[in-house]
């Protein structure tokens, strides 16, 4: 993570920047290739929140997700209390392309809000959902 906020021109070791990491959800497990792109989401949008925070960065970023056999998964993420910088007028960038990307592959949705912090809701509804319990029957 450290080096691939350096390429934003950001150092998450530099003095002043505090960022609160909260994850909530239930013990589940995904195919590697799932992982794979939950993961790639998930580093766009914290990427998206750095990048766009005005100095020194501070705040909280929290993911909830839900997921179950046959119900697919849904992810929420919040960025709270973070400082924006103005907005440049850019329609959308090449992060959230990129994540619109992923979630059309997978055919899921994507549903955004920003108001003074940033919303996201993803729902990818065909992801395989596999619980420690259900494995350990089989």
């Given at each position: 993570?450290?080096?691939?906020?350096?390429?934003?021109?950001?150092?998450?070791?530099?003095?002043?920047?505090?960022?609160?990491?909260q994850v909530e959800g239930p013990d589940i497990q995904l195919s590697q290739k799932d992982a794979?792109?939950?993961?790639?989401?998930?580093?766009?949008?914290?990427?998206?929140?750095?990048?766009?925070?005005?100095?020194?960065?501070?705040?909280?970023?929290?993911?909830?997700?839900?997921?179950?056999?046959?119900?697919?998964?849904?992810?929420?993420?919040?960025?709270?209390?973070?400082?924006?910088?103005?907005?440049?007028?850019?329609?959308?960038?090449?992060?959230?392309?990129?994540?619109?990307?992923?979630?059309?592959?997978?055919?899921?949705?994507?549903n955004t809000r920003i108001n003074q912090d940033f919303w996201a809701e993803i729902t990818l509804?065909?992801?395989?959902?596999?619980?420690?319990?259900?494995?350990?029957?089989?």
């Open positions: 993570l450290l080096d691939v906020t350096r390429g934003y021109g950001l150092d998450l070791r530099e003095p002043g920047r505090m960022i609160n990491l794979s792109y939950l993961g790639l989401v998930c580093n766009e949008l914290l990427m998206n929140t750095l990048k766009h925070s005005r100095e020194p960065v501070r705040g909280t970023v929290r993911l909830d997700y839900e997921g179950a056999p046959g119900q697919g998964f849904r992810l929420v993420y919040q960025d709270l209390g973070f400082a924006k910088k103005p907005s440049s007028g850019q329609k959308s960038g090449f992060g959230t392309q990129f994540i619109k990307d992923i979630v059309r592959f997978n055919k899921g949705s994507l509804p065909q992801m395989k959902i596999h619980t420690p319990a259900a494995q350990e029957k089989q």
